[in-house]
């Protein structure tokens, strides 16, 4: 019989079983399962609405059945619907009758949001973790490569030169503002549910703060209607992850790029890359690939789970029960991901010969001939037609701006002097850039040094 059979006459359809259980997806759940249940049976126990040797043979049952559980010795069955019931039924068959005090003061309501609030917590912490490996690998290749200087692009159109590190930082950045979201999201999955029972509260004299206590949350939820139906802190948990996946998809479409012959900055280690059945010389970037095609399910869940939610009246409906296969899925999607990432960064070759000779016939230089003139006194606008003249006539003569000679330059604006040659060299316009936050080595130094304390990498 089910555990809720008793006013039913007959047996559940089969397609309606198979259509509303979760077990399928809900079992990994079972470790907080069974300690919030501990938690639940040890208070109700100090509270004296069951006596302390039951309190003792619920606990002693259910840390029995997880050693259990976790030897891989239990089957879950579907007849149980969940993983609330299944382990209920489990407990019963181990210790009795006794097992159905368990329940007392508490509905699956409450119960599953206790569960999936400590799924959370623990998710979030991994999921920073791997964050923070990235950072490491992405600071190591920054600092290896300090002098490598990269055409920078804005449209994909080279634009300035820059350093190769400063470009590996910027994603550092990135990462770090996505740990603030993981610690904003901790913040709000650290309140306990338990204790509202199916919506409205209990009759039972409990103690929710000592369960509170026990499973490590630092505050309760002050309303029973919100403790069953909130799962905003499952869209701050899919916003946060859908960012890091979007990071993560930008880096993988540049080391695609890069790996390109046409590119030429990197060659990713054999490791991490893959080959094609029928081309011998093929080596393929299917990790990156595959990263930058995951986020769109990622970005799918958190759109599902808004949906989700957005029609629900309080307090609960089984609607909520959809809230799990999306979240775990962009949790074993972005775990992954980081670290795929993590040994794809900290694995390829930067081809330096090949970044040397990336401005042997390139503009990106221009700003610079333009600021030039400005410090001799002519106005920006003015300038920036001037060198756009000489960047015209490099064109036609096939050359670049430091092919063209001092007479052809000074032919376009006569405050040109030969120093012109020196300020051009694509060195000489990284080193210049020496703002804050800025591309020259000193500036890069400097911002290496913040991202190393800031991300706590050593
Ligand atoms: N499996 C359910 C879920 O995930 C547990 C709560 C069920 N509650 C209920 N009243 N049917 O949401």
């Known amino acids: 019989m089910k555990l809720w059979g ?34 639940h049976a040890r208070m109700l126990a100090d509270c004296g609405i069951i006596s302390p ?7 002693e049952g259910l840390e029995s059945l997880a050693a259990d559980i976790e030897a891989g010795e239990v089957t879950f ?7 609330h019931m299944n382990i209920e039924r489990l407990l019963t068959e181990r210790i009795g009758a006794v097992a159905g005090k368990l329940h007392t003061a508490r509905s699956r309501n409450d119960q599953v949001a206790l569960d999936m609030h400590m799924f959370v917590r623990d998710a979030v912490s991994s999921i920073a973790d791997g964050v923070k490996e990235l950072q490491a690998a992405l600071i190591r290749q920054a600092e290896t490569h300090l002098g490598v200087i990269v055409p920078g692009f804005t449209h994909l159109q080279r634009a300035q030169p820059i350093l190769l590190s400063h470009h590996f930082l910027a994603y550092v950045w990135m990462l770090e503002r996505d740990k603030a979201r993981l610690s904003f999201l901790g913040e709000q999955v650290d309140r306990m549910p338990l204790g509202a029972g199916a919506l409205a509260g209990t009759t039972f004299p409990i103690d929710r703060q000592q ?11 002050e309303n029973s209607l919100d403790a069953v139906s909130d799962r905003d802190y499952l869209l701050d948990l899919l916003y946060s992850v859908s960012t890091i996946m979007t990071h993560l998809s930008r880096l993988s479409e540049e080391l695609v790029l890069w790996s390109t012959e046409e ?18 010389q093929k080596k393929n970037p299917d990790v990156p690939e595959l990263i930058r095609g995951k986020s769109g399910r990622v970005f799918g869940h958190l759109v599902g789970m808004f949906t989700v939610l957005k029609g629900l009246p309080l307090a609960y409906n089984k609607d909520l029960q959809e809230d799990k296969e999306g979240v775990f899925d962009a949790i074993d999607t972005v775990l992954p991901a980081l670290k795929l990432m993590a040994g794809t960064i900290s694995t390829m070759r930067i081809r330096e010969g090949r970044l040397t000779d990336a401005f042997a016939r390139d503009f990106s230089n221009a700003t610079d001939l333009a600021d030039y003139l400005v410090r001799k006194g002519i106005p920006f606008r003015q300038a920036h037609a001037i060198v756009g003249q000489l960047v015209q006539l490099a064109i036609l003569q096939g050359t ?3 092919g063209l ?6 032919a376009a604006a006569s405050v040109i002097e030969e120093d012109v040659y020196e300020l051009l060299r694509p060195e000489s316009v990284v080193a210049a850039r020496q703002s804050r936050g800025g591309t020259a080595p000193s ?6 040094a913040l991202a190393k304390e800031q991300c706590g990498v050593e």
């Open 400 to 402: 670049n701006l430091l």
């Open 77 to 83: 069955a579907l007849d149980d619907e969940d993983i």
């Open 53 to 59: 040797a039951e309190g003792r043979q619920i606990i």
């Open 443 to 448: 500036a890069v130094k400097l911002q290496l």
């Open 211 to 221: 369960v509170a206590n026990e499973l490590q949350f630092s505050s309760i939820y």
């Open 405 to 410: 000679d001092l007479g052809m330059m000074q």
């Open 263 to 280: 590119f030429g900055w990197v060659e990713l280690a054999d490791q991490y890359a893959t080959g094609s059945s029928m081309m011998p």
């Open 6 to 39: 008793g006013r039913f006459a007959e047996d559940t359809n089969a397609l309606v079983l198979k259509y509303t259980a979760s077990i399928s997806f809900d079992e990994r759940l079972w470790p907080y399962d069974i300690r919030g249940s501990i938690a």
